[in-house]
């Protein structure tokens, strides 16, 4: 869908490795309709050529002060006026640095100044260079003076090192750039969201946990970004990657998932539990290994806590939706979880037939005080942006 169409976007280059990622960025922008112009610093210059997006904008390449003021067509003035968003990606420790102190020593930087449209940067640099004080700084107050910061995300670098500081995928720069545009359904909301399994320990090497993989959850937190909220992902072990741009914290038994979810709920105005928590743990874990024996042993279970009915049980409580994996009797079951744990919303999925724990897809019969809607099988993916569209209606409602 060309969903950037009539949009003008000046993409600004500066020197980094990522700067191979904006050339896929100019051809994602311009299949979703948008027309672009490209700004290089000079040492953008040095890891990839002009030329190259020249060919994927299809227009030159705006590489010095003097060559715009030199293109009658288009100053360095006009650019800017001309853009309805200057995105700058890679945009690097540097070049943050100069914008942040006004500098405007070469044509992008004096973009940045002259430009009334929005800016928004895609931090890209080594980790450690991201984490120093001085760039920390230098983003608060561009993000003050209303520059947006899109990343960076964390993982692997060019470098070697792994932490914060990789620039966001083209892709997900893209939808940064679209939801810039037409502002998602949860836009501002901060959404809560528990996935996977938990694991409660027997001794330090056997536990008791469940078959959740964490792909309905994570497939959430994916939707829920798409639609503008801010995701905060806590999450049992599963063998996922993080969803880029989601804050994950990674815990591993139902305690741990319980502290984790009661620092960040007063923060949260949606909590979404959709982690298939252990309703019981061992009474006591052993310190050390148990030994086999020729003796039938038993485990003493004691109950954990509710952590969705904690949440909901406070007095300052988010929009609380929960979910109910059942074998049978699916709508008498998901009702009466949604009463006794105070709920807002519940959405059920009977389990088995290629639906629930582990596989790819679900389907789910939602229910809520006033109505329900059934989301039909389908992959998690779809399966979540439905479900995240009928929490967006029913959130929204409820603050009427
Ligand atoms: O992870 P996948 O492989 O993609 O599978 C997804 C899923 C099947 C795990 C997911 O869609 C799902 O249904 N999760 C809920 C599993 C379940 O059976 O929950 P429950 O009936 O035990 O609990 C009901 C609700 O209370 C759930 O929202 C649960 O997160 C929450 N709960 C339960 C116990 C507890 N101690 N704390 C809780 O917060």
């Known amino acids: 869908m060309q969903t950037l169409s009539n949009k003008k976007i000046l993409l600004g280059i500066t020197g980094g490795i990522a700067a191979y990622k904006s050339a896929e960025l100019v051809r994602l922008l311009i299949k979703a309709g948008a ?56 945009a690097s420790a540097d070049f943050l640095g100069k914008m942040n102190a006004g500098y405007a020593d070469n044509l992008l930087l004096t973009l940045c100044l002259a430009a009334k449209q929005s800016v928004a940067v895609a931090p890209a640099m080594n980790q450690q260079m991201w984490a120093n004080p001085a760039t920390q700084e230098n983003v608060k107050q561009l993000a003050a003076r209303q520059v947006i910061v899109w990343g960076p995300a ?59 993989s964490g792909k309905m959850g994570y497939a959430i937190a994916e939707a829920a970004m798409r639609q503008g909220a801010s995701v905060t992902l806590v999450s049992g072990p599963v063998s996922l990657a993080a969803p880029a741009g989601a804050r994950l914290i ?9 502290d984790a979810v009661m620092q960040q709920a007063s923060e949260a105005d949606v909590f979404v539990a959709c982690a298939a928590v252990s309703d019981y743990r061992v009474d006591q874990a052993a310190q050390q290994k148990i030994k086999k024996s ?107």
Not at 161 to 181: I, K, P, S, Y
Not at 250 to 257: D, F, G, H, I, P
Request: overall charge negative.
């Open 35 to 90: 027309e672009v112009r490209v700004v290089m610093t000079p040492s953008a210059q040095e890891f990839v050529q002009p030329l190259t997006y020249q060919a994927l904008s299809g227009h030159r390449v705006y590489v010095d002060l003097f060559d715009a003021e030199a293109d009658s067509a288009m100053d360095h003035i006009e650019l800017a006026r001309w853009c309805d968003l200057l995105l700058v990606a890679p």
């Open 154 to 212: 964390e993982g692997e670098q060019a470098c070697g090192d792994v932490g914060a500081g990789r620039m966001l995928e083209a892709a997900q720069l893209l939808d940064n750039v679209q939801r810039h545009f037409s502002p998602g359904r949860l836009e501002g909301v901060n959404l809560l969201l528990t996935a996977g399994p938990t694991r409660e320990a027997i001794d330090p090497v056997r536990y008791i946990s469940n078959r959740s």
């Open 250 to 258: 990674s815990v591993e038994s139902a305690q741990q998932m319980l």
């Open 294 to 400: 020729d003796a039938a042993m038993s485990l003493k279970l004691v109950l954990n806590d509710d952590i969705l009915a904690t949440v909901s049980a406070l007095e300052r409580r988010p929009f609380c939706v929960g979910f109910a994996a059942e074998t049978q009797d699916v709508e008498q079951y998901a009702l009466a979880k949604m009463e006794q744990k105070n709920l807002d919303m519940i959405a059920a999925n009977r389990v088995g037939d290629g639906s629930g724990f582990e596989t790819d897809f679900n389907q789910l019969e939602v229910f809520w005080r006033a109505g329900r809607q059934t989301i039909e099988h389908a992959g998690k993916a779809e399966v979540a942006k439905q479900l995240i569209d009928l929490i967006a209606e029913r959130y929204t409602a409820s603050l009427a």
